[in-house]
């Protein structure tokens, strides 16, 4: 249940940083609600940098076999 909660609070966390960056950009947010919308989009974003950085680290795990790290490519279907 931890996983999915995590994964669920990521999710939520990116979703309400996105309704932030749109309503900045949006620019009707008067210097005030821009500001205190700008430190909670800063704190959203260190929790999901934090979240990926944790991902990271756990398919590092996965990925390690006989105590050496083997190199696997990621394909996706999206062009660079």
Known sequence: MARKKAALDFEQSLTELQTIVERLENGELSLEESLSAFEQGI???????????????????????DGALEAAPFETDEPL
């Not at 704190?43 to 979240?51: N, V």
Request: with cysteine; proline share 0%.
């Open 43 to 65: 704190g959203l974003t260190r929790e999901c940098q934090a979240a990926l950085t944790q991902a990271e680290q756990k398919v590092q795990i996965l990925l390690e076999r």
